[in-house]
């Protein structure tokens, strides 16, 4: 079956650019996480959400950073007035329920030049 | 208190051996750790998963070790094979939110 899809792959930007990271999840699945991953380092906690109530963005860096999943499924990351250090892989993972396996995405790899 | 530190950064074997791959903790409500492992331009995938109630859980040639007193686990990959050769994350939960570590890049060689 389908597993969570993400795009684009890559999106390459210029600094204070606006960028929208979508994340398609598997159908059914209620949770829905949103990571940062830099470059030989684990997935850092962004956000979380169960169905469309954003639970949880404690690990979103500052405001130019928001997440929304208006209708519970598709989720969307959005940063704002691009910088540098934003570039990094963003990945997406959704799980049945939030005590179940996570099903990561392959990620959008994002460069801010 | 949220931290994960996992070692080693990476590690080379010999097919047949068994790389172990050590991680700890200090937040005292995680309550599930998981395993991940990751092949190049592929998201992570859950290897295998123990709860803080069990001191060893085997499936197929995966092995973890928890010490829920030294708040210390730990990854065996019994007769490694080059197709192990990943990069794997040890990760910590409590409630909805996973802490992973910093991840190990294992090469087995042939």
């Known amino acids: 079956g389908a597993g969570v899809s993400q795009s684009p792959r890559y999106k390459v930007t210029k600094r204070g650019q606006d960028v929208a990271l979508r994340c398609d999840p598997i159908s059914g699945h209620v949770s829905l996480y949103w990571y940062r991953q830099a470059l030989g380092q684990g997935p850092e906690f962004l956000t979380y959400?169960?169905?469309?109530?954003?639970?949880?963005k404690s690990g979103l860096p500052n405001d130019r950073f928001s997440a929304e999943r208006p209708e519970g499924s598709i989720s969307t990351l959005t940063i704002q007035r691009t910088e540098q250090r934003d570039s990094a892989m963003y990945r997406c993972?959704?799980?049945?329920?939030?005590?179940?396996?996570?099903?990561f995405g392959p990620g959008t790899r994002l460069t801010v030049l | 208190q949220q931290q994960v530190k996992q070692s080693p950064q990476s590690l080379i074997v010999q097919k047949g051996g068994i790389p172990i791959i050590n991680c700890a903790y200090e937040?005292?409500?995680?309550?599930?750790f998981p395993w991940y492992q990751q092949f190049p331009g592929k998201g992570p995938a859950l290897l295998i998963a123990i709860r803080p109630d069990v001191s060893e859980k085997k499936e197929g040639r995966f092995t973890i070790s928890f010490n829920k007193s030294a708040k210390q686990f730990s990854l065996h990959i019994m007769d490694s094979q080059p197709g192990d050769s990943a990069t794997y994350f040890c990760a910590a939960k409590a409630g909805f939110k996973t802490i992973f570590g910093a991840g190990t890049r294992l090469f087995v060689k042939a």
């Open positions: 993972a959704s799980s049945p329920s939030q005590g179940y396996e996570q099903f």
């Open positions: 959400f169960n169905y469309e109530a954003q639970q949880d």
């Open positions: 937040n005292t409500a995680f309550d599930y």
